[in-house]
C-alpha cells in the first residue's frame, strides 16, 4: 500500500498561473480531505469528499475547486493563484467520517505564488 | 467562534516526561485528536479521546476533561525522535476536525 500519495512535492506559480494537485488513495477510504497548513497557524479544511461525486466546502475554499470521479483520486485546482495561496497543501483520507476515524495524510505539496 | 488552544513551544529533556495541554472551545464535540508532525512532514495520528479519561498507549497518554475542554498529551522517557510539532484537533458538532496551530516540542540532551 503506498497510502496517500501527492504530486507534485514542490511548486513555483507565478501570479494568476493556474495548477492542478494531485491526490491518490489506494486504502478505498470513502473521506478524502484537502487542507492548507500556514507557518505557525493549524490545518485548515478548504475541501472535503463524502464519496466519489460529491464534494462539499471547508473552511477556507475561495480560489480552489475540487472534483472527485472515483473513489482514488481528489484533485484541487487553482485558479488565478495569489500570494496568499503561498503555503504547504496536504491530502488526506479516512474510511468514514472524523469521528474516531484516524485521517491519513499525504506528504504535503509546496506551493510558492510570486 | 471556534477556538483551539496549545502551547506554541516547549522544551524538555531526554529521558524526562513532559505534558503539552490543549483547551478547546467548539460548538458541540464529538472527541478530540493528537497527531505528531515532523518538521517538513505530514501529521501522523497518535490518540482519539471522546469520553473522560485517560488512554494510554506506551511513552504517550492522552487526557480528556469534557466538563473544562480540556485535553493533554503525556510524553514519557522522551527521546530525540520526539522532537516534533503536536497537534490537537476537536471534531465539532459538524463533524469537522478543528485544529490546533501546533505545540513544537524541542528535545535537550
Known amino acids: 500500500n503506498a497510502g496517500v500519495t501527492q504530486t507534485p512535492k514542490f511548486r513555483i506559480l507565478k501570479i494568476g498561473q493556474s495548477m492542478t494537485l494531485q491526490c491518490t488513495q ?11 497548513q500556514d507557518p505557525g497557524m493549524g490545518l485548515k479544511l478548504i475541501y472535503y469528499s463524502v464519496g466519489a461525486g460529491i464534494t462539499d466546502k471547508g473552511e477556507v475554499p475561495n480560489g480552489y475547486n475540487v472534483s472527485r470521479s472515483t473513489t482514488e483520486d481528489f484533485p484541487l485546482r487553482l485558479e488565478l493563484a495569489a500570494p496568499s495561496q503561498t503555503s504547504v497543501y496536504f491530502c488526506a483520507s479516512s474510511y468514514s467520517g472524523p469521528e474516531g476515524e484516524t485521517q491519513y495524510f499525504g506528504p504535503g505539496t509546496r506551493l510558492l505564488v510570486l | 467562534g471556534q477556538n483551539i488552544d496549545q502551547p506554541t513551544e516547549m522544551t524538555a529533556t531526554e529521558g524526562a516526561i513532559v505534558q503539552i495541554n490543549c483547551t478547546y472551545q467548539t460548538s458541540g464535540f464529538n ?15 497518535l490518540s482519539y479521546n471522546v469520553l473522560d479519561g485517560l488512554e494510554e498507549k506506551g511513552r504517550f497518554s492522552s487526557f480528556l476533561s469534557r466538563s473544562k475542554g480540556y485535553s493533554y498529551l503525556l510524553l514519557k522517557e522522551l527521546q530525540m525522535k ?3 510539532s503536536y497537534l490537537c484537533a476537536a471534531i465539532d458538532s459538524n463533524y469537522q476536525l478543528i485544529w490546533g496551530a501546533g505545540t513544537k ?5
Not at chain 2, 31 to 45: D, I, K, R, S, V
Open chain 1, 26 to 36: 489506494d486504502m478505498n477510504h470513502n473521506y478524502m480531505y484537502w487542507y492548507r
Open chain 2, 31 to 45: 472527541g478530540l485528536f493528537w497527531y505528531q508532525q515532523h518538521a517538513g512532514e505530514a501529521p501522523t495520528f
Open chain 2, 82 to 84: 520526539d522532537s516534533a
Open chain 2, 105 to 109: 516540542l524541542i528535545i535537550k540532551p
